[in-house]
């Protein structure tokens, strides 16, 4: 199945397959970690076999190797392997400070005369190339026009774009069907939409999928055996026809499933991939329901709030026993929010910006978090519903009684508009001994 968002790999991919196609270097452009990923494997399937890998892959950076010693490497045949494949890093370095004059001839140079057997492979992982290039950034318009201009009349070009969510979808679909897995098209969106159509974790995520619903049975599964032993011959009636199961037998059944012993149990390998198995699978999606929950806290919605706050401990593996995970990740959301209140932040793309590696939301939440942090309006709001939150975080760590009823709690004092009493000042005395 074609799909847009694979054309230019697909391309690629196909062109080396064939001497009369192949070119002697390729510039791949973006930062599309799972097209990068397909490329490198269907070159290395096409031209550096296993057996001779060792002495036939090169894996080079610029910024530790010069360009002259990589065009050398590339002129030089390999005596133990017929065929040598050079993956370069970092072309960002070979468009630094400076003309680069002599780097650019001695590339020139090279590819007037290229080695028939050895492939340079330029990878420019420093631009981001959006789905749309109409709206690539201009900062990125000007670097990827500039590796047009000195490569592009010896080299192909491979766009390592973003993945368009609905080929995405399709390719979720495609991909479990060649397993023999179906997934229905709503969990495919929804794991798409979850994981904001990063390939690299849809991918990751996919796998996980397919290994859950196609594990094989456990023993502990197996058909049921009857502890009443085995009749004899003598035992045995001679010709007797058994009537077929009453309502009766089959509701009792439902509940002891020793009286039809001989109706196997439902597989674990169902080979069916639905909206629950990646709601209750995939961490995004968790995580999704959690957003939606904030979302109804900051409009104020404790009826919503509180059917969100059920579906959450319903979707848990641990039930109420997860609530301190969820206390936590209450507690980064907001603040989040509180961060993104005091920067002003009014944008998506200058959310990266103030939020630290390792501290900032999946990509789909983005937009979502702004517009609920805008709902607040002071930071004494949000420190507020810190101050709650851990209040809740040491009553659960005390043991209470109920952990359902303390959620309950914070959930409706979460979404109170809360009330600031006038200032009044209260005049203590203090006697000096």
Not at 89 to 115: Q, T, V, W
Request: aromatic share 8%; net charge neutral; glycine share 4%.
């Amino acid at each position: 199945m074609a799909l847009k968002s694979f054309a230019s790999t697909d391309r690629f991919l196909t062109e080396i397959t064939s001497p009369a196609t192949l070119r002697p270097g390729y510039v791949l452009l973006g930062d599309e970690a799972f097209l990068y990923q397909r490329c490198r494997q269907g070159v290395l399937a096409a031209l550096a076999p296993e057996d001779s890998r060792d002495f036939s892959l090169h894996d080079l950076d610029l910024a530790e190797t010069s360009i002259f010693e990589v065009l050398d490497r590339a002129q030089t045949p390999s005596l133990m392997a017929p065929f040598q494949v050079l993956f370069v890093r970092g072309l960002k370095n070979l468009y630094g400070r400076g003309s680069k004059k002599a780097e650019f001839e001695a590339i020139d140079a090279y590819f007037r005369s290229p080695n028939p057997q050895a492939l340079l492979l330029f990878v420019a992982d420093h631009l981001r190339i959006p789905t749309d290039l109409r709206k690539m950034d201009y900062q990125d318009k000007e670097r990827y026009d500039r590796i047009r201009e000195t490569l592009g009349d010896w080299c192909g070009f491979v766009e390592l774009a973003r993945v368009e969510e609905s080929d995405a979808i399709k390719w979720v679909i495609a991909s479990a069907d060649a397993r023999s897995i179906k997934f229905d098209p709503d969990a495919a969106r929804e794991l798409v939409d979850a994981l904001g159509a990063d390939m690299m974790l849809v991918a990751s995520e996919l796998e996980k999928l397919c290994l859950y619903v196609s594990a094989p049975p456990s023993t502990s599964s197996a058909a049921p055996t009857s502890s009443v032993p085995p009749p004899t011959s003598s035992d045995t009636p001679p010709t007797t026809s058994v009537p077929p199961p009453t309502s009766s037998v089959i509701l009792s059944a439902a509940k002891n499933p020793r009286i039809l012993p001989e109706a196997a149990p439902e597989s674990l390998a169902r080979n069916h991939i639905t909206l629950g198995e990646v709601e209750t699978m995939v961490l995004a999606a968790k995580q999704r329901s959690l957003y939606e929950l904030t979302d109804a806290i900051s409009q104020r919605d404790r009826t919503r709030a509180l059917l969100l706050l059920h579906g959450l401990l319903n979707a848990s593996d641990g039930g109420e026993d997860a609530a301190i995970g969820h206390l936590y990740m209450l507690a980064r959301t907001f603040r989040q929010m509180l961060i993104i209140l005091e920067k002003n932040v009014r944008d998506s793309r200058a959310i990266w910006a103030v939020l630290w590696q390792g501290f900032r939301m999946p990509p789909f939440a983005a937009e979502d978090l702004i517009r609920q942090a805008r709902r607040y309006k002071s930071r004494r709001d949000l420190t507020r519903a810190l101050r709650l939150v851990a209040r809740a975080d040491l009553e659960l760590r005390s043991s209470p009684a109920n952990k359902l009823l303390v959620l309950e709690r914070l959930i409706l004092a979460l979404a109170t508009e809360p009330t600031h009493p006038t200032y009044t000042p209260i005049h203590q005395f203090a006697m000096e001994l």
